[in-house]
Structures are given as C-alpha cells and as structure tokens.
C-alpha cells in the first residue's frame, strides 16, 4: 500500500510563474490537507479538502493560491505568479476520514524555490 | 484562536540522557493529541496519539506522552535518547470545532553520541 505520494520533490521556479503541486492520497483516503512549513517554523494548515468539495480554505493566502480534489486524479495545490516568499516545503497528508477518529499520513513534501 | 505551543525550539542531549519535550495547547473542547517526527529529510512520521481513555500513551520507539486536563498539555517523553532520535518533533491538535490539525512550531533535537 503505497503512501501519499507528493511530486515533485523540488520544483523551482521564477518569480511570476506558476507552480503547480500533486498529491495523490493513500489508496482508499477521501481526506486531504494541505500544509506549508516554512524554515524553523512549523507546520502551517493551508487547506482540508474531501473529494470534489473545499472543505475548509482558511489558511489559503487569498489571492494565487487554489487547491482544487477532483473526483480523480490527484490533489493540485496551484500558485500563480509565484514570489520569492512562497519558497517553502508544502506537505501534504490524507486519512480516510475526518482526523477526529483517526490519522492523518504526510507525504515527503514538495519544496519550491522561487529564484 | 486555537494554538499549540512547544516551549523548547532546539534541545541537546547527549546518548542515554532523559528526554521530555512540552507540548501546550489553548483550546478548552474535547481534543485529539498527536506527536509527529520528522528525520532529516523525511515526511512526518506518527509517534503516538490520544483519542480518549488513559492518558498515559505509548507510542513507537520507546516513546510515551502523558495528557493532563488541567494542565492542557501533552508532553513527550523517552527514558534514554539514542543518536537515532535526532529529529524534529511536532506536538499537533485536532479539534472538530475546527476540523484540521493544528501543529506547534516544532522542536529540534539533537542526540550527541
């Protein structure tokens, strides 16, 4: 059983262009969040999605950011226009349901460097 | 605001000493605890959690956490550290008033051999 696979391991890009981040969950998870950690801090909530629906976004910076779970395929964490500020590690973990009754499984994480 | 506080950022030990790292967090509902570690250059792995039932938790590699009510905290303890524990840990909360997991700013311990 594979784990929740994230890709690309590192991505960079420069300023103004877009990023594009997957995560496929855990076979049989429904769940997934989305987290940045940004250098000697922890780990902040971006966002809780269940498939087809944001569930909740509040730690979406409210503009270039997106996160979308389609009814296949992976999650897609989307930034435009990318500034230097967005270089981070952005995690992603899935669980099968709500984490209340169970537990949430990371990713390796994807790192973007914005140059 | 839900918050949890780790009160130390970077711990040194060396190999057999004690290890106990704080974990504090604000919200005053019924809670979930879990500690993760993350190695170097790895995904955060799970430790051990708390859903209900004893408050004293056992997780992997000789780890335990003990959860005080009273105290809000649910700190992370293991009798004897190896050099293998270098890591940094994450103490993390879900509340279902806010339906995610929230995690403290993480503590880095470094085991000299």
């Known amino acids: 059983n594979a784990g929740v696979m994230q890709n690309p391991r590192h991505l960079v890009r420069r300023r103004g262009q877009e990023a594009r981040l997957r995560c496929s969950p855990m076979?049989?998870?429904?769940?997934v969040y989305w987290y940045r950690q940004l250098p000697e801090e922890g780990l902040k909530f971006m966002v809780y999605?269940?498939?087809?629906?944001?569930?909740?976004e509040s730690g979406m910076p409210k503009e270039r950011f997106s996160a979308e779970f389609p009814k296949e395929g992976p999650s897609i964490l989307r930034i435009q226009q990318v500034v230097r500020g967005d270089s981070a590690a952005y995690f992603c973990a899935s669980s099968p349901g709500q984490v209340a009754n169970t537990e949430a499984f990371f990713g390796q994480g994807t790192r973007l460097t914005v140059v | 605001a839900q918050s949890v506080s780790q009160h130390n950022h970077h711990v040194i030990l060396s190999e057999a000493a004690s290890l106990e790292l704080g974990c504090n967090y604000s919200?005053?509902?019924?809670?979930?605890l879990f500690w993760y570690v993350q190695y170097p250059g790895q995904h955060l792995q799970l430790l051990l959690k708390?859903?209900?039932?004893?408050?004293l938790v056992k997780g992997i590699k000789g780890f335990e956490a003990e959860f005080i009510k009273s105290k809000f905290s649910f700190n992370l303890r293991k009798p004897s550290v190896q050099w293998s524990d270098t890591a940094e840990y994450f103490c993390?909360?879900?509340?279902?008033?806010?339906?995610?997991?929230?995690f403290g700013a993480g503590t880095r311990l470094a085991v000299h051999p």
């Open positions: 919200y005053g509902g019924t809670v979930n």
């Open positions: 999605l269940q498939k087809e629906n944001i569930i909740d």
């Open positions: 993390a909360v879900f509340s279902g008033g806010y339906n995610k997991l929230i």
């Open positions: 076979k049989g998870h429904s769940h």
């Open positions: 708390y859903f209900s039932g004893d408050p």
